[in-house]
């Protein structure tokens, strides 16, 4: 089983719609939870971390970490054109020198 | 702030080369990751430095290695090339300690042929 798993979509969804991005994990262990941002031909762009369990909101962005499922989230609403990219959920263990392990990453489509 | 920079953007080697790769972090980072993106088994981690000590390897052969200078830029070095070796190889620098707070390059697109 792998440490970190992502369906790989694709998915596609009209502007602004609702969009629900997920991962899974196996290692309980993990405290430190990250979406990244991966435009074509480019680097991965940290959207956000969260610590533990909880919510995080930053704009249209909203990270979701259940940790007693092994199940994040990222939501983001009223979606644009912009947003098609792959997005790519990472963690680590406990955020210091422990490396990071990734998702396979979600490619995202948005039609305007 | 200038971001994270990576040179060369792209490299074509034949099997059997060695390869170095060069990263310049972001103006005051001192922890430098580096990975490996393919395809078929994404972002891979290589290693990792702070003040030019490695501080974490992942499970790569020894043909990959790296270090770190004093003023924080780093370089890894692939030698013997294989086909395999083909991938997008990314920096990312850490203001902190902590990894969970990383930017990343453009990347490094590496073809061996």
């Known amino acids: 089983q792998k440490e970190v798993e992502q369906d790989p979509g694709p998915l596609s969804v009209p502007e602004g719609a609702i969009v629900s991005l997920n991962c899974t994990y196996s290692n309980s262990a993990f405290q430190y939870f990250m979406w990244y941002r991966q435009y074509s031909r480019k680097g991965p762009e940290l959207l956000m971390y969260t610590y533990s369990s909880g919510n995080k909101e930053d704009g249209r962005f909203t990270a979701q970490v259940d940790k007693s499922s092994k199940y994040i989230s990222l939501f983001i609403r009223d979606s644009q054109p912009s947003d098609s990219a792959t997005y790519l959920c990472a963690m680590s263990l406990q955020g210091g020198s422990e490396k990071l392990v990734f998702g396979k990453g979600t490619k995202l489509t948005v039609n305007p | 702030k200038a971001g994270v920079t990576q040179t060369p953007r792209y490299l074509i080697k034949t099997r059997g080369q060695q390869v170095t790769l060069s990263c310049s972090p972001i103006?005051?980072?001192?922890?430098v990751s580096w990975y490996q993106q393919t395809p078929g088994q994404g972002l891979q981690f290589l290693f990792e430095y702070f003040s030019e000590t490695q501080r974490n390897k992942g499970n790569f052969p020894g043909r990959f290695s790296g270090r770190q200078f004093s003023n924080s830029r780093s370089e890894m070095n692939v030698s013997t090339l294989e086909l395999g070796d083909s991938a997008l190889y990314l920096c990312?620098?850490?203001?902190?300690?902590?990894?969970?707070?990383?930017?990343f390059g453009p990347g490094t697109r590496l073809t061996v042929t």
């Open positions: 103006s005051g980072h001192r922890s």
């Open positions: 990312a620098s850490s203001p902190t300690r902590s990894n969970y707070e990383q930017y």
